[in-house]
DNA sequence: GCTTGACCTTCCATCTGCTGGATAGTTTAA
DNA sequence: TTAAACTATCCAGCAGATGGAAGGTCAAGC
């Protein structure tokens, strides 16, 4: 299979196929003319690293759930250990996400948005707060 | 002021302060030394920086917020519109991570995690769902 | 047989937002 | 005086691709 065809299979873009090549994720025959020729167990593998992917595993991650893939001598807790740290990271990221999200939408609804200059969200970020306070 | 006072008095290391000056977003005077001498303002506008680089606007979504900052006719649409531009793209994150966390907690939720190979985790990775239900 | 267009190849640059390290000059305190 | 603690510049590298240039290849239509 070509690279288009493959591309198509496992949702991942030749660019970013051609490069986890080089960083040694997969490693595609070659044809006569130079063009890769890619297998079913590569288009298992790209797909394998599509999913992986979009649950936002790092690279090193999918490189170590490849080979635990691959491994059929694996112990399962392993995987599962992997996927748990994983986890916590998505969990945390969350919480950072939504503390700034909180703060963020506390400035956003405080703010005129109108034409007059004066705005919380600035004052918010330049260390003044509570300016509406002042007109009390 | 030295870099390390206005590192300090800003929250931003060194490096960063450097960057954020050979990126165009603030430009220190200069001692005859060549030291860089750090005015008040400037470290007003490290202040904000590292504000509203904490709350995740990007490098040039800072760049408006500053000039929309030192713009005394600004109107406050303008930067309640940039803020809430930038609260949907912190929604829209917080949403993909969810999504990533429920499917990735449904694998790992169903995986033994023992010293057997067999693993839901890379079954799911794979496009093998289900797998728990052949034993049925 | 020839051309055209859609492929494919490699290589190098760019993006975001810093951070680390090398090398060298300067200041400050003991 | 000397050593530590600054400061400066410059270049490289991180993740994870993505874009583009320059060139080779292939398949269809005339």
């Known amino acids: 299979m070509n690279i288009s ?42 797909h394998f690293l599509q999913r992986a992917r979009s649950l936002n595993f790092s690279i090193e991650d999918c490189r170590k759930l490849l080979s635990l893939y691959e491994d059929k001598t694996r112990a399962s807790a392993d995987v599962k250990q992997l996927a748990q740290a994983h986890l916590k990271t998505i969990e945390r990221k969350i919480y950072e996400l939504k503390t700034m999200q909180e703060s963020l939408n506390k400035l956003v609804a405080s703010c005129h948005g109108d034409n007059d200059p004066d705005c919380t969200i600035l004052d918010g970020l330049s260390g003044v707060f509570n300016s509406t306070d002042k007109s009390k």
């Open 5 to 46: 065809t493959i591309a198509n299979k496992s949702g991942l873009p030749p660019k970013t196929i051609r490069y986890y090549e080089e960083i040694g994720l997969i490693s595609p025959n070659r044809k006569q003319n130079g063009y890769r020729d890619y297998s079913e167990t590569d288009g298992i593998k790209l």
